[in-house]
């Protein structure tokens, strides 16, 4: 299957990669095209920028959470999906060979640039060097004959006199410069304790900083160039993945159990897969803003609640009472309730001194330590998540601890061979855990849900309706 395609990387984090991939895709759209955007690794701020961009949902690759079979029919089916798509650029993650600390660059941007065969095109921070960004890039291009520089954007340029005189070192490294964006502060995208402000918390000024972003892009790359490189990356094999083809759907007689999938500006992390998974299953999801919807949608039976920002937005979640009393009575009723990382701290008795949901026995508060990295995981305790014993790969990422933690462990982990103390906890039908699970890469989970979901609406007599 053909899909014109470019990876859009950097020598390190902080380059300017979100900035150029972002605008590329806007630059592509303007232009009629149909764009699909994705991002390698386990972000889930980047692609709610791609999606501005795009107009369709942004798509991660992770060959570490999703497994690397699938990386390509993740893809194909990013590409695919609603509509087949004309071009599709991929954002990458960090520098382009970090992945997996530890793993020889295994997810790395790399890593999936040479899984799908594609094209990269490399974002340079030129502020601060001159002629020896030539270097620099001389290394990147030889690295690995596994992965094909096809060009450079140089970002963040200072004068006619600057890039001329990259331009000139850059000639003897065969690498063609296809891009110079001089230095504009009117695009930043500002950024706190966990990296960019997601595009959901900032409405229309994310809006504008996406436009801004496509106008500058559009006016300093050479888009049709882009265009010739996306174009001459070869056939993928192999079909495009399919909710449908991952589970086993509910009997077609069998009522459709309601799931509520937290969303709004609290609670922006969540995978489009995730719902795709479910509404596979036999469920019908709806959206609940944990801020602003004083009650959970009618007849719901399970409720799944993602990762965010709940400490920025804590005040304003506790003034829900409503819906909070609501979250309690479906938890300590016999529902379904899944929560990771944003969702473990909503459901504890308190987050920062302001009263949550109450369904743990623990309470939550920021603290200066970040925790970062990913996970094999393995289930301590039987939940809808896993059965005891079954491995779960998973990234952690917050700045937040729970105290005590009491109740049921969920995970056991090791982090650089050195076994952590048991994670998360289990109770009835409520799993919460600090662990973020790409489910494309455990389809199961969505199947369990189901089961469990429709199981419990009928124990439950449908309360919530």
């Not at 609290?266 to 469920?283: H, P, R």
């Not at 409720?303 to 979640?317: D, R, S, W």
């Not at 039908?429 to 600090?434: C, I, L, R, T, W």
């Amino acid at each position: 299957m053909n899909i014109a395609r470019v990876v859009v990387a950097a020598p390190a984090s902080g380059h300017g990669k979100t900035s150029i991939a972002t605008g590329l895709m806007g630059a592509l759209r303007a232009r009629g095209l149909v764009v699909s955007g994705h991002k390698v690794g386990p972000d889930y701020i980047d692609p709610g920028y791609h999606a501005l961009a795009t107009g369709r949902p942004g798509r991660n690759l992770d060959p570490y959470l999703q497994g690397e079979h699938r990386v390509v029919p993740l893809f194909l089916h990013g590409a695919l999906t609603p509509a087949p798509a004309d071009v599709a650029v991929v954002e990458g993650v960090m520098g382009l060979f970090d992945g997996a600390v530890g793993q020889d660059g295994f997810a790395s941007t790399a890593h999936v640039a040479a899984l799908l065969r594609a094209p990269v095109l490399l974002v340079v921070d030129a502020s601060a060097s001159g002629r020896s960004l030539a270097a620099l890039v001389h290394g990147f291009s030889t690295y690995d004959d596994r992965v094909r520089l096809a060009g450079v954007v140089l970002n963040k340029v200072g004068s006619d006199r600057h890039e001329a005189e990259v331009r000139s070192a850059l000639g003897s490294t065969g690498v063609p410069v296809l891009g110079v964006v001089r230095r504009d502060d009117a695009v930043t995208v500002p950024s706190r304790h966990l990296g960019l402000v997601p595009a959901a918390e900032r409405d229309h000024a994310a809006v504008e900083v996406v436009d801004r972003l496509t106008a500058l892009v559009a006016g300093s790359v050479d888009i049709e160039a882009v265009l010739r490189l996306a174009h001459g990356a070869p056939s993928l094999s192999g079909p495009a993945w399919t909710p449908t083809g991952q589970v086993q759907a509910l009997p077609l007689d069998a009522p459709r159990p309601v799931v509520a999938l937290a969303g709004g500006a609290a609670f922006t992390f969540s995978y489009t897969e995730t719902a795709e998974l479910l509404d596979a299953a036999g469920c019908d999801v709806a959206t609940v803003d944990p801020l602003h919807d004083e009650a959970l949608p009618p007849g719901t039976s399970a409720l799944v609640i993602g990762g965010g920002f709940p400490e920025v937005h804590a005040a304003a979640l506790s003034e829900n009472a409503s819906l909070r009393k609501d979250v309690a009575a479906l938890a300590l009723g016999g529902g379904t309730v899944l929560a990771e990382c944003a969702g473990l701290l909503y459901l504890a008795q308190e987050l920062d001194g302001h009263p949550m949901c109450g369904v743990l026995p623990a309470s939550a508060r920021m603290t200066p330590q970040l925790t970062l990295g990913y996970r094999t995981a393995v289930a301590l305790t039987r939940s809808v998540m896993a059965e005891v014993g079954e491995r779960v790969t998973g990234h952690e990422f917050h700045r937040t601890s729970l105290d005590p933690r009491a109740g049921d462990p969920a995970w056991g982990w090791t982090v650089d061979g050195r076994p952590q103390p048991p994670e998360g906890f289990v109770r009835d039908g409520v799993h919460a855990s600090y662990l973020h699970v790409h489910w494309a890469g455990h389809p199961a989970i969505a199947q369990r849900l189901a089961r469990h979901a429709t199981a419990s609406a009928s124990h439950q007599g449908m309360v919530h309706q």
